[in-house]
């Protein structure tokens, strides 16, 4: 059965940084390819970024540059690297498979005060 935990998330001021990390178990983490999504409320879950089982990112337009992906197949966590904070930003953020399969986690709550 896979389980996937997040944790990092906190309440941050505007230009701050955050780091979340995610750890996988059940599954055969390094061949699969990773995401970091986010929600708020009354919207649909938005693809943050991704991560290929061989490490290249990519990144929603809305986070690049601010944000960093990376994971660690020997310890099979995927962590996101959160820079220059926003408001917007605040979500709940979840990891998931890419593309994301039924598996979703509680997710860990990120809220940037203006």
């Known amino acids: 059965q896979v389980h996937l935990v997040e944790s990092g998330g906190g309440l941050v001021q505007a230009g701050g940084s955050l780091r979340l990390s995610c750890a996988a178990s059940?599954?055969?983490?390094?061949?699969?390819?990773m995401g970091w999504y986010r929600q708020t409320p009354g919207k649909q879950r938005e693809l943050v970024a991704t991560?290929?089982?061989?490490?290249?990112?990519n990144y929603s337009d809305s986070v690049k540059g601010r944000f960093t992906i990376s994971r660690d197949n020997g310890k099979n966590t995927v962590n996101l690297q959160m820079n220059s904070l926003k408001p917007e930003d605040t979500a709940v953020y979840y990891c998931?498979?890419?593309?994301?399969?039924?598996?979703w986690g509680q997710g860990t709550q990120v809220t940037v005060s203006s």
């Open positions: 998931n498979f890419y593309p994301f399969r039924d598996y």
């Open positions: 059940g599954t055969i983490f390094s061949i699969k390819a």
């Open positions: 991560i290929t089982s061989s490490g290249t990112p």
